[in-house]
C-alpha cells in the first residue's frame, strides 16, 4: 500500500461528519468553509435580528456546536475542532516476485 500525502497551497482541511453533511463541502479552505457557513447561517436566517454579531445555533448546529448561540468572532475557533487533515491517497499495489524470476 502506498499512501500520497498531498502539500495542499491553501492549506485544505477534512471536515467534521456532521458538519460536512450539512454544508455540503467535504474536503476545501478555511476561508471557503467559513463562507459555507456564512450562507447557511444567511440561508436558514440564524443572525440575531437583534444584537447582529450573535448567531442563533438550529437544531442541527447546536448538535454540532454545542450551544445555543456564538458571537461570529468565535467561529474560526469553535471550527478547529472540527477540521481534521485531508485523508491520503492510497494506491494498493502488489510487486510479483515470481514474474521477475520467469524472465531471468
Not at 40 to 54: G, M, V
Not at 68 to 77: L, N
Request: aromatic share 8%.
Amino acid at each position: 500500500t502506498i499512501l500520497l500525502l498531498l502539500d495542499y497551497q491553501p492549506l485544505q482541511f477534512k471536515l467534521d461528519q456532521r458538519l460536512a453533511r450539512l454544508l455540503g463541502v467535504h474536503t476545501q479552505t478555511r476561508p471557503v468553509i467559513i463562507s459555507a457557513l456564512w450562507q447557511y447561517i444567511k440561508t436558514h436566517k440564524l443572525q440575531d435580528t437583534h444584537e447582529r454579531e450573535f448567531v442563533n445555533c438550529d437544531p442541527f448546529l447546536k448538535q454540532i456546536f454545542q450551544t445555543e448561540r456564538m458571537k461570529f468572532a468565535e467561529i474560526p475557533q469553535r471550527l478547529n475542532p472540527l477540521l481534521h487533515p485531508p485523508d491520503p491517497i492510497v494506491i494498493n499495489h502488489m510487486i510479483s516476485v515470481e514474474e521477475l524470476r520467469q524472465t531471468e
